[in-house]
């Protein structure tokens, strides 16, 4: 098995152990941690710039809020990493979408990771004037997309990643450019005029959907269920320790003419219409995945419970 010759064990002791059981050290160490920091954003050659502060508490349990720095206002808030709150200049555009890069802070399950990906550890760096060690992620099969990560030595959290396609080109850039550990006042954990997401959306939990999708590649589960009472939209968030996908299905006025593919750097939409019972359905797969998977997904969905498993 890998090992990894310079780990942190509460510092910076030198040791060797199992790389799986150093990236979990590193998630219970960046679960913990409060700090305050400045990143970019790159997807496409398309620049953002972002500030984020957080706080955790001794219970385990934590509050983030994020600033986006250029552009029309974007603010919100996290609290044990489900968006509770925000403010957007555009309130009509869809939450935790491909425009939202506060993501991959969070994005890592090191606990799932074995089934869809290699790790690999390839090397030690700085990022924002902090030592990190450098895990390359490559996927086992054609549905996921490799990853590089720069973990911070002293507190596990992701100083940077990099996306890459399946050619190596470059899709999606996080990275840090300041980033201080430390305690969080309250006031910098304040957003004025935060909107609550859950009532704002009028979310609900629905664990029957009356859809299935008869294939998801394997190692994604199923990690949330939602509908949507406005709007008739139904939705299931697929995970597998890196990468995620949503499926969402739309009644409709009426139905669409063809498949539709829309796709900007590693966010990739598939969308494609459906009729039962002389009603119409909208069927739409959204997600950091390759478009052929996305596509398949897609093709797999059927509007009644009776889906057959992943095969």
């Given amino acids: 098995m890998i090992t990894l010759a310079v780990l942190l064990v509460g510092g910076r002791a030198v040791s060797a152990q199992p790389l799986g059981q150093q990236l979990l050290l590193w998630q219970q160490l960046q679960e913990r941690a409060s700090y305050h920091g400045s990143f970019v954003y790159e997807r496409k050659g398309v620049f953002s710039t972002h500030e984020v502060w957080r706080q955790a508490a001794a219970d385990g349990n934590y509050r983030e809020r994020f600033l986006r720095l250029n552009g029309s206002r974007l603010e919100a808030l996290r609290h044990n990493g489900q968006l ?134 394997d190692g994604f589960v199923p990690v949330t269920e939602r509908l949507q009472e406005q709007g008739g939209t139904s939705s299931r968030l697929f995970f597998d320790g890196l990468a995620h996908f949503s499926i969402f299905v739309t009644q409709t006025e009426r139905g669409a003419m063809d498949l539709e593919h829309r796709q900007l750097g590693p966010t990739v939409v598939i969308s494609r219409p459906m009729e039962q019972d002389a009603l119409h359905y909208m069927v739409t797969v959204l997600g950091e995945i390759p478009p052929a998977t996305a596509q398949r997904i897609a093709l797999s969905v059927s509007l009644d419970d009776h889906g057959s498993k992943d095969d």
């Fill in 84 to 217: 509770a709150c925000m403010v957007h200049a555009r309130p009509g555009a869809l939450l935790g979408g491909p425009a939202e890069p506060a993501l991959p802070l969070n994005r890592l399950d090191l606990e799932r990771l074995e089934t869809g990906y290699h790790t690999e550890h390839i090397g030690r760096g700085r990022v924002a004037a902090r030592e990190a060690a450098i895990l390359l992620f490559t996927p086992r099969d054609i549905h996921r997309y490799p990853l590089e990560v720069h973990f911070d030595l002293d507190t596990g959290v992701v100083l940077k990643s990099l996306l890459l396609n399946e050619e190596g080109e470059l899709l999606e850039r996080f990275q840090f450019v300041s980033f201080t550990v430390g305690e969080q006042p309250d006031d910098a954990l304040q957003v004025e005029g935060c909107q609550s997401v859950l009532a704002g959306a009028r979310l609900k939990d629905a664990p029957a959907l009356g859809w299935q999708a008869a294939w998801v590649p």
